[in-house]
């Protein structure tokens, strides 16, 4: 069973930086696209950000200029650092991966973790 884990939420000033991880573990033969979404309370879930198996990556505009995806299978598949956070960044960030399993490529998601900035 494949399972994403989530790491690096917090409490953070507004101005200030985190960085996210995702963690992978189970039966997994290979990872395709990586990406990261976020869900504030009220709201609907949105993407954030997506690095692909090629190395491309794709920000939404929101976030443009101050977050960085980034790959590193051999560590944590996935980082998501957080520059000049705003109050409008709170929200549960989740992971979400393409894996190529023994049997076949799902879509998983990691439970979240909670990122909060204050003003």
């Known amino acids: 069973q494949v399972q994403l884990v989530e790491s690096g939420g917090g409490l953070v000033q507004a101005g200030g930086s985190l960085t996210l991880s995702c963690a992978a573990s189970g039966s997994i033969l290979g990872i395709n696209d990586l990406s990261w979404y976020r869900q504030a309370p009220g709201k609907q879930r949105e993407w954030v950000a997506t690095t692909t198996i090629g190395g491309s990556t794709m920000y939404a505009n929101f976030v443009k200029g101050r977050f960085t995806i980034s790959r590193d299978l051999a560590k944590s598949p996935v980082s998501l650092q957080m520059n000049s956070l705003k109050p409008e960044d709170t929200a549960v960030y989740y992971c979400?991966?393409?894996?190529?399993?023994?049997?076949?490529?799902?879509?998983?998601w990691g439970q979240g973790t909670q990122v909060t900035v204050s003003s």
């Open positions: 979400n991966a393409q894996i190529r399993g023994t049997l076949a490529t799902r879509n998983y």
